[in-house]
């Protein structure tokens, strides 16, 4: 990371201290003394994330807003285009709307499946924080992490890796070229944080269809909080790194998708405007804290009382 004449700030040398603390993957396995190191960096930074002090760090990717998007008949958000699926010939229905004020994206799915991608690099050393929006009508009857069958999500927020194949070992080369031939065009990684029917909340399994290239980790499960606006955040860098065991690469890529293709049953869902940041918003309780509570995110209309 380039440091400038400024560069002498607490904030920068916090950022520098989390990209440093990740180098270390002894064996596969993740040192300890990588994680506190990155633990103490990501503090500095959330203590920090208001100072007014010039500072190195690049500035956050852009993800265009959903809710500055100009709402016009049969266009995507700015910058957002189609994720479909070869094997797939009934698509999600993506539309910008008004929901409470806010412009949005509506998903409507019956037995279909498709998503909506923005292609963008990120350094989760720099910005591993990810932040959305979503809502769903309710969940699916017969949706099942571990099951072909029930293989599908009333909402998903998807972040995908790039293949840098000098950073592959050999071994998971050939892996991923087999893996590539059973299921098609696989990312080389990639999270799906999904708003599951009846998984335990903050659990993590590997998506049936990818051959442990793709991992699920459910943020929100279960109808209980159907038709209220979720906000939610995630250490993307963190979560990689639990879910792969070892450093992520850049990202390439945000999608959203809604899918039902796999029960045949019928999704509505609404997503809100999607962020990289460096720190987590001052909202965000310890992870420990909100899991005592089994909660990630908070509901929207918590906001007023902040």
């Avoid at 396995?29 to 500072?55: F, I, M, P, Q, W």
């Amino acid at each position: 990371m380039r440091i400038d004449g400024s560069g002498k700030s607490l904030r920068v040398l916090a950022a520098h201290a989390y990209i440093l603390g990740g180098q270390s993957n002894e064996g596969g396995v993740v040192g300890e003394h990588r994680r506190a190191r990155a633990r103490v960096a990501r503090l500095a930074l959330a203590g920090l994330a208001g100072a007014t002090a010039a500072s190195a760090l690049p500035p956050a990717p852009v993800v265009p807003p959903f809710s500055s998007a100009p709402i016009a008949d049969g266009t995507l958000p700015d910058g957002w285009e189609p994720l479909e699926f070869p094997r797939i010939p009934s698509h999600t229905r993506y539309e910008l709307v008004n929901d409470a004020g806010v412009r949005v994206v509506r998903a409507t799915s019956r037995a279909s499946a498709s998503g909506l991608i923005f292609r963008v690099r990120v350094d989760l050393g720099v910005h591993p924080i990810l932040r959305w929006r979503w809502k769903v009508d309710g969940v699916l009857e017969r949706g099942d992490v571990s099951s072909r069958s029930g293989d599908d999500y009333p909402a998903r927020v998807y972040v995908t890796f790039e293949y840098d194949p000098e950073r592959v070992g050999w071994w998971k080369r050939i892996r991923y070229r087999a893996a590539r031939q059973v299921f098609g065009d696989l990312p080389i990684g990639a999270i799906n944080y999904i708003w599951a029917s009846r998984a335990p909340r903050g659990a993590v399994v590997d998506n049936v269809y990818s051959g442990g290239f793709v991992k699920m980790i459910v943020v929100e499960s279960g109808p209980a909080r159907a038709g209220q606006w979720r906000e939610e955040a995630r250490n993307v860098y963190e979560d990689f790194i639990d879910a792969f065991g070892e450093e992520p690469p850049l990202v390439n890529g945000v999608a959203v998708m809604t899918d039902t293709d796999n029960t045949g049953e019928a999704a509505v869902a609404y997503y809100g405007d999607i962020e990289f940041q460096a720190a987590f918003p001052d909202w965000y309780d310890p992870p420990g804290k909100r899991a005592d509570r089994g909660e990630i995110g908070r509901s929207v209309e918590d906001e007023d009382s902040d």
